[in-house]
């Protein structure tokens, strides 16, 4: 693998992470300290805030730039988090589901094509570490009930498309 496939890979992770805590950040200020899910929701941001620390830190031990869409990231991931909220835990909940299975699929390749190659252990060592987290994140919004929000297989598929679109965009730009 070159420099710049693993800096891509850097880059994308860490605006990922970011982009976590602005959706979770959004949720609530909707939601507040004491709505449904909100212990849940902010026990899985302060993990996220975890990742992103450590991606900041990787980046800039690494001298990787970060994407010029995190402005971009910090507005839309607010907003998504908010309007989920504001339909309901539920639909706060299927968010969740939604981008953690992306980012599990997402993140399962980087550590595959790291691991075939041999190349960074360090950062295979993180994505493993994260992905797993993200698994719990998907499995405690499922069980949580995200399933049950309206319009299901409609919202998350939209944010799953959306969330697709945002690592291609972040990989390049």
Known sequence: MTKDEIDRMIRVDQAGEFGATRIYAGQLAVMGDRGPHSREIAHMAEQEVGHR?????????????????????????????????????????????AIETEIDRHYSDQLDRLQETGADPELAGMIHEFREDEREHRDAALAAGAERAPAYPLLSGA???????????????
């Open 159 to 173: 944010i799953r498309l959306g969330c697709r679109a945002a690592i291609r965009l972040a990989e390049r730009i």
């Open 53 to 97: 620390e450590r991606f900041d830190a990787m980046m800039a031990d690494r001298g990787v730039r970060p994407t010029a869409l995190q402005p971009f990231w910090s507005v839309a991931g607010y907003a998504l988090g908010a309007a989920t909220a504001l339909i309901g835990p539920e639909a706060a909940m299927a968010c969740t589901a």
